[in-house]
């Protein structure tokens, strides 16, 4: 810090020796740049807020099929669509700026310059933006913003009625393409169930419980029937250790007839056929085998009453048998055991079958029901679309509506206005610009003025610059007629920069004033 404040102090004698060609070069350059200043051709700024509807039409009935623009992707298309060639080119017929021109190519260079200059920016709310523009005058720049407005009113109705057709066309296009998907799911669906018209009942069942359920139940039926033949294995040993009947005496007082083997089957099945129908329903396995069972023993019974007959095997006279009670019993016994056992096998054989079909369900079912809930899933999907597209469309006719009544896209909040002062360029910020950078230009002249002369004001520059020991220094002492004249340059010098400072502040004031009294 002490070496940049030693360095600068250096200068300081070469400053003021050198400061009447430095103040020179400080008012030569301010007189250029204030002239510049002065002769720069003021901007006058005209601006207007309008409420501007950046939802189409398409937009809000198209929501959540598109990926929606932030703030500035919708500023940029805001300038976009107001600001185009065409309406521009309006503008210039509108505000009398195309009488400037005498070429087409200065025409066209007119409307460039109104594209870049036309600024859209946002106004602070919602939908709510600021349409500026920089001209020569307030007339024209006024002119400008007003025609452009004028423009964007007129045309608003047509674009919103060809945005309300475009919307209706594309919705009514699309509404058409899901219709027919709609129809497709609907046909692939109907086909569906009449395919799988025997699995579709039974798709919400647990075909794997259900399995694990008849595989127990046919474990059940299959112990019972083994035990049934071990009953009628036992029945069949103890029936062969017993005698059938015993011979009686001839006549037929205290004779029997003794019931043949089949009437005894018989009379034990009708016995099971009536135990059965008690308990179970007249389609049930069990009840119908023991009709059958029966039917058969009936018709055994007849055919061999027959035979019977023809054979007159028991006439008068013959011996009768008394039959044995304890073989009848177990011949009884031996009879239901069967029967049970017939049941049993019946059980056992629909239980297998009923698993078979079970475990073959478990496999195929799944698959179909996927399939199912595929179809209907995709049935709903296009059923949903098809549903939105059309409140959709009512939307449009309902918004279409309320355009014709009167409700607008584009309103003008402000309407355009134009500051009495230029809003560029900022003369008196540039003309305190213009005092600052002639002054640095002087302080550089009398700085390298300085520089450019081999004379040294003190001894350490002295020292310094020869490498050489001083061995001392003299000073000059001044009379009173050199101390006057000292003096008085001193003042004239300084009367000179208040001066000139004087000079360019009143001027920035000058057109500051100016500038508010319009």
């Keep these: 810090m002490l070496q940049v404040l030693s360095s600068v102090s250096s200068l300081l004698p070469g400053l003021w020796r050198y400061r009447w060609q430095g103040l020179a070069a400080t008012v030569a350059t301010g007189v250029v740049g204030a002239a510049i200043v002065t002769l720069m051709p003021n901007r006058y700024e005209a601006s207007a807020r309008v409420y501007v509807d950046t939802q189409s039409i398409l937009k809000p009935l198209m929501q959540g099929l598109a990926v929606q623009p932030n703030l500035d992707q919708q500023v940029q298309m805001m300038a976009r669509t107001l600001i185009n060639r065409p309406n521009v080119e309006r503008v210039v017929r509108m505000a009398d700026l195309d009488l400037r021109a005498k070429s087409p190519q200065e025409r066209e260079r007119i409307v460039d310059m109104l594209v870049k200059e036309i ?100 474990d059940s039926a299959r112990l019972e029937m083994r035990q049934l033949e071990n009953s009628r294995e036992a029945l069949r040993r103890q029936l062969a250790e017993e005698q059938p009947s015993f011979v009686g ?59 019977e007959a023809e054979t007159g095997q028991r006439a008068n006279g013959a011996s009768v048998l008394i039959p044995n009670k304890v073989y009848q019993d177990l011949k009884v016994a031996l009879a239901d055991v069967e029967s049970k056992l017939a049941s049993a096998r019946a059980r056992v054989a629909e239980s297998e079958r009923r698993l078979v079909v079970a475990r073959e369900a478990a496999q195929t079912v799944p698959k179909v029901e996927a399939e199912y809930l595929q179809l209907t899933r995709d049935y709903e999907v296009n059923k949903k679309s098809y549903e939105q597209l059309l409140t959709r469309r009512e939307s449009a006719q309902i918004s279409g509506s309320m355009d014709a009544s009167g409700a607008s896209e584009l309103r003008v909040v402000d309407p355009p206005r ?101």
């Design 418 to 518: 134009v500051s009495p002062m230029p809003s560029s360029p900022n003369k008196p910020i540039l003309l305190v610009a213009v005092l600052l950078v002639s002054l640095a230009a002087g302080l550089a002249t009398a700085v390298l003025r300085a520089q450019a002369t081999a004379a040294f004001f003190d001894v350490r520059s002295l020292r310094t610059r020869l490498g050489a020991p001083v061995l001392g220094a003299v000073s000059m002492v001044l009379d009173g007629e050199a101390m006057k004249r000292r003096r008085d340059d001193v003042i004239a010098f300084s009367a000179s920069v208040g001066a000139y400072t004087l000079l360019l502040v009143g001027l920035a004031a000058w057109l500051m004033i100016r500038s508010l009294a319009g």
């Design 119 to 218: 600024q859209v920016k946002p106004a602070g709310g919602q939908n709510l933006y600021s349409i500026s523009y920089k001209g020569d005058t307030t007339d024209s720049a006024q002119k400008v913003v007003q025609s452009l407005l004028s423009i964007f009113v007129e045309s608003n109705l047509g674009d919103k009625r060809r945005d309300a057709e475009q919307a209706k066309r594309f919705i009514d296009e699309q509404l058409a393409i899901y219709e027919k998907k709609l129809l497709e799911a609907e046909a692939a669906l109907k086909e569906f169930k009449v395919r799988n018209i025997a699995v579709m009942p039974n798709l919400a069942q647990d075909y794997v419980a259900r399995s694990g359920d008849l595989q127990k139940e046919g």
């Design 249 to 307: 005496s001839d006549g037929t007082s205290g004779g029997v007839r003794v019931p043949t083997e089949t009437e005894q089957r018989l009379e034990a099945a009708r016995k099971r056929l009536d135990d059965l129908v008690v308990r179970y329903t007249d389609v049930h396995p069990d009840v119908v085998h023991a009709r059958t069972t029966v039917a058969e023993l009936q018709g055994q019974r007849d055919v061999e009453r027959k035979r």
